[in-house]
């Protein structure tokens, strides 16, 4: 079965600051991989995906990540956190090749943002 | 609706009670994904439905819960002689078929207390 590492269940940084959030995965084929979000109340909604394309990947808000097949790391980095960042960060992975079926999710880092 | 729809968003219950979580999810998204988040816990799998083809119940903590789908649209989650380590938040979530498949759209809860 696939799993993924969150390192780190909270961060903080001070707003202006680079966010870095560190996701590895374990699995001898590279996965699919993504990244959602959490606000606070609200269900998870979708940052950015890794497919098969670039291993640099940009999503919404300004996030970006990075796929290293050497590291099994997918980490996801902001060059300038906002207040509005503040929420659960979620890494997750999908088996390659599976059109359909669950991803397994990562625990979770809580990122506080600091005026 | 437009999103993933869950009912209720707060549900409070006695220990021994059943309860039953609703998911409708986004028109023309044939599978469907029951989550569990618990504090600290990430997001633990529960139950898969893709189309006709028989779940994945391969995450369904015990006996107590079970889920359907009827009319390979809406969704129910029971819990059967609800105790007090159910206590979370159910998350539905909802996908097309498609290339990207995996892209999962996300319910916004049902935060379920057992008292």
């Known amino acids: 079965a696939q799993s993924v590492t969150q390192l780190g269940s909270h961060v903080s940084v001070s707003e202006g600051a680079l966010v870095l959030l560190r996701c590895n995965y374990s699995s001898s084929v590279p996965p699919y991989l993504f990244w959602y979000v959490q606000y606070p109340n609200q269900g998870l909604q979708l940052l950015l995906k890794y497919t098969s394309a670039a291993t640099l990947v940009k999503g919404i808000n300004g996030f970006e990540a990075e796929f290293k097949k050497s590291e099994t790391s997918f980490h996801l980095t902001k060059p300038s956190a906002h207040m509005s960042d503040a929420a659960e960060y979620f890494c997750?992975?999908?088996?390659?090749?599976?059109?359909?079926?669950?991803?397994?999710f990562g625990r979770g880092t809580q990122l506080t943002v600091w005026p | 609706g437009a999103g993933v729809s869950q009912s209720p968003s707060n549900k409070v219950t006695e220990k021994g009670k059943d309860v039953e979580l609703r998911c409708d999810p986004i028109?023309?998204?044939?599978?469907l994904y029951w989550y569990r988040q618990s504090l600290g816990q990430g997001l633990e799998f529960l139950i898969y439905f893709q189309g006709n083809s028989a779940p994945d119940k391969s995450g369904l903590p015990s006996d107590r819960f079970s889920a359907e789908r009827t009319g390979g649209s809406v969704s129910t989650l029971t819990i059967q002689r609800t105790q007090q380590e159910d206590s979370a938040v159910y998350l539905c979530?909802?996908?097309?078929?498609?290339?990207?498949?995996?892209?999962?759209?996300f319910g916004e809860g049902s935060r379920l207390t057992v008292l």
């Open positions: 997750a992975v999908k088996t390659r090749g599976s059109t359909l079926g669950r991803l397994y």
């Open positions: 979530a909802s996908s097309s078929v498609g290339a990207f498949a995996g892209e999962l759209f």
């Open positions: 028109s023309g998204h044939t599978a």
